[in-house]
């Protein structure tokens, strides 16, 4: 195992304590937030960046602006949502499961992470360096981001095939 994999270990272990310290329900919460506020604010800001024009230049400016704004208005709410019911989630005696599925989310989520960045440095030279060669994990995690890959609809996967 070289230092490579212990660092790609270490992301998906910090990605399970995460899970495991947050809970099932506010991981649940949370990444819903950040679907819901992405693509809101994919879909808003350039109606929100042409009213900050007024007061923000350069143009690029007031949409990176308009677009970080959108993101914090959707975020909180769903902060706010997600930290009651894990709230709840405790007070009716469910924190130890809510707590183990989110280890287990935790780690999904690390894994599929470390899996993508993989899979973007498998698009640079990278992959002939010695390092790259000798990792006991990165053919396993190239493994699993080509099955998602091949899952994605083929507009998108022939961008990246």
Do not use: C, K, N, Y
Request: glycine share 12%; no cysteine; hydrophobic share 65%.
């Amino acid at each position: 195992m070289t230092g490579v994999d212990l660092a790609l270990l270490g992301l998906i272990l910090f990605s399970a304590l995460i899970g495991l310290a947050r809970g099932l329900i506010r991981e649940s919460f949370s990444l819903g937030a950040w679907v819901i506020a992405l693509l809101f604010a994919w879909g808003q800001h350039r109606a929100l960046a042409a009213v900050l024009a007024d007061w923000v230049a350069p143009p690029a400016l007031a949409l990176a602006l308009a677009f970080a704004l959108l993101l914090v208005v959707v975020l909180l709410p769903g902060a706010v949502l997600g930290a009651i019911l894990g709230r709840l989630t405790e007070r009716v005696g469910l924190a130890l499961p809510d707590r183990l599925l989110g280890l287990a989310f935790g780690v999904l989520r690390g894994v599929l992470i470390v899996a993508f960045a993989v899979f973007l440095t498998a698009l640079t030279p990278l992959p002939e360096s010695a390092w790259w060669q000798d990792s006991a994990l990165i053919g396993g995690l190239e493994g699993i981001a080509q099955r998602i890959l091949e899952r994605l609809p083929a507009s998108l996967g022939a961008r990246f095939g």
